[in-house]
């Protein structure tokens, strides 16, 4: 049972990790920072949703599970919200006279 | 099983670097910006990772704090971004 686990949680771990890679080469691809945020900002929740998932099997108190709990649910909040702000930041200045992204 | 585990660790840290490449080179202060916070999740995922191959909970704890400072420099960057017209 417990090497079920540990494949279960590599698996799940190396996922996260390639989906970090592939949006790594998609920010340095991709040419505006709008169209980097598109890539950038995905594997700020699924990726640390991955590498969470992972390495709670591994964890085997009940103090370090409920952290690592709660710094997913932090990342998984906060990450959506500061991309936002980023954008909104970002593309205020690209066309002032159109409202799409105002 | 600690093999697989170094991989993905190595693997997040490449694209760290990569990610960071774009920081340093080019752009706006809105392309590092995101760049930067595309380097916060990184790091978080390799806090995560190390604290499943060491088993250390003191690696949570600093993803707790990275997690909560990154929030609060990608808002106040937007703010400043926003305000100032850059």
Known sequence: MSTFFDIVSAVLILTGAVVAFIAAIGVVRLRDARSAMHAA???ASLGVLLCGAGAVLQLDNVS???KLIVVVIIQLVTAPVGAHMLSH????DV????DTYN | MNVALTIA???VLLS???VSSR??????IGDRAVAMDALTAFITCGLLIASAITGDSAFLDIA???GLLAFLTSVAVARFIERRGL
């Open chain 2, 64 to 66: 707790l704090v990275l």
């Open chain 2, 16 to 18: 760290g670097a990569v």
């Open chain 2, 9 to 11: 660790l190595i693997i």
């Open chain 1, 89 to 92: 930041g970002v593309s205020s």
């Open chain 1, 64 to 66: 370090s599970v409920s």
């Open chain 1, 95 to 98: 066309d002032s006279s159109d």
């Open chain 1, 41 to 43: 900002s995905k594997p």
């Open chain 2, 23 to 28: 920081a340093i080179r080019r752009g706006t």
